[in-house]
């Protein structure tokens, strides 16, 4: 038995139409994908694949705003170095002038004149010591300041009593609150602690007086007492403190004939202590007791009963020293002209040493930026090439789709142009 079909004329005609509306819907989308390159244009293109893609974009969002960050950092650390190279030019200039006006050759006027360029070198470093960054924050306030003119060295006026010296009272006071921020794997300092640069103790000289137990006087006068730098053991009378212990007066090391003991004073006088950790070490005839900085060496065999008082100088910042100086070209400090200079030359050395220091950590951190900027650029490029993977089209393959869906189309379209004459009444006409 044989089946018979008819099939409308006008159903073929609407299933044809209905087809090539399809085709060109596809390639109207494929047209599409080819403009914008992208594979997911909209979360119903591939759910999952704008999933991943939009975890990728945050992440990339985030080392974005840590090389801004890091790049705002660097800025800050370049403006920091570029100031302090100009606060050490200043340094070698003052050594320059001081050692100048300590030529007997000069006058009264002379040393004025030099006293008159130290002064315009003070006020200089004043200015550079606020520096200001990008964002008006003080370059060197250390972890924050401490006034609410948001200066970390504030010049005032107090009566020359209250200074140790400048005949005229002039005092900086440091308000910056001391510390240094770390750095961090992805980010940096964005300001410096100026304490160390600009007022921070210095190595200077300190006395060592041996004040021992009468009843041991034969063996302590036999000693020989050093104060030695911590950091770089030498035979100079010479100590560095640590700046986290201020305002220490004297320190005095007892021994009991077995273990030594060490108190303090501060500048007032009121004692401290006892002081820990202390660390002692015994090599043939000499005996070095370390404690908070600082190192006393002591040759020959200490008895029962000694005690050693180490009495440190008083602190000295930039601008103090540079007014012993002007001072003492303007002969009203009271003090040996060639004495005074020379001390002021020695901590200007120190001062040197410290922007040194300071200049070299600062060139650790911008090499350290170079380094993150590198990690950073690194990682953006990899979550970039994950978004593109899940997202971006595959421009060959995409091609060679559009060029069959077009051909499709064009052969669905010439196909229905001679289809659709074909009727019974054309054949009867």
């Known amino acids: 038995m044989t089946t018979i079909y008819r099939v409308a004329t006008a159903y073929s005609y609407d299933s044809t139409i209905g087809r090539l509306q399809r085709r060109q819907a596809e390639l109207t989308e494929a047209q599409d994908q080819l403009s914008s390159g992208k594979r997911v244009r909209r979360v119903s293109d591939d759910p999952a694949a704008a999933a991943l893609a939009e975890r990728e974009q945050a992440r990339m969002q985030r080392i974005q705003s840590d090389q801004r960050a890091l ?6 650390l370049e403006l920091a170095e570029s100031t302090l190279a100009d606060v050490g030019d200043l340094y070698h200039r003052a050594k320059e002038l001081i050692v100048q006006g300590g030529n007997g050759a000069l006058n009264a006027s002379d040393r004025a004149t030099i006293a008159q360029e130290l002064q315009g070198i003070r006020e200089r470093l004043l200015a550079l010591a606020n520096t200001q960054d990008t964002l008006g924050r003080p370059m060197f306030m250390g972890v924050g300041v401490g006034n609410s003119l948001a200066k970390p060295f504030r010049e005032v006026l107090t009566p020359p009593a209250n200074t140790t010296y400048g005949p005229d009272g002039r005092q900086v006071l440091e308000e910056g609150l001391r510390g240094q921020a770390a750095p961090t794997e992805s980010t940096l300092p964005t300001v410096i602690d100026g304490y160390p640069v600009f007022s921070g103790r210095l190595a200077a000289t300190a006395s060592a007086i041996v004040a021992a137990n009468p009843t041991n006087a034969g063996t302590a006068v036999g000693l020989d007492v050093q104060v030695v730098d911590a950091t770089a053991l030498n035979t100079t009378q010479v100590f560095t403190l640590d700046d986290s212990v201020p305002n220490v007066g004297s320190y005095t090391l007892q021994f009991d004939g077995a273990n030594w003991s060490v108190n303090g004073t501060d500048k007032s006088g009121a004692p401290f202590g006892p002081v820990s950790p202390i660390t002692v070490n015994t090599t043939g005839g000499t005996t070095e007791v370390a ?36 001072g003492a070209l303007q002969n009203e400090s009271g003090h040996d002209l060639n004495q005074e200079l020379a001390v002021v030359n020695l901590h200007l050395q120190a001062r040197l040493d410290r922007v040194l220091s300071a200049r070299g950590q600062l060139g650790d951190w911008l090499n350290r930026a170079d380094a993150m900027q590198a990690a950073l650029k690194a990682r953006e490029d990899y979550h970039i ?35 659709q004459r074909l009727s019974l009444f054309q054949y009867l006409a």
């Open 385 to 419: 090439e994950q978004q593109s993977e899940l997202t971006d089209l595959d421009m060959v393959a995409a091609i060679s789709r559009f060029q069959t869906l077009q051909l499709g189309y064009q052969a669905g379209l010439s196909a229905y142009s001679q289809v």
């Open 71 to 76: 790049e705002a950092a660097r800025r800050n």
């Open 291 to 326: 404690f908070q900085g600082l190192k006393v060496r002591i040759q020959g065999t200490p008895a029962a009963g000694d005690s050693f008082t180490v009495t440190p100088t008083v602190d000295t910042d930039i601008w103090e020293s540079l007014d012993r100086a002007i």
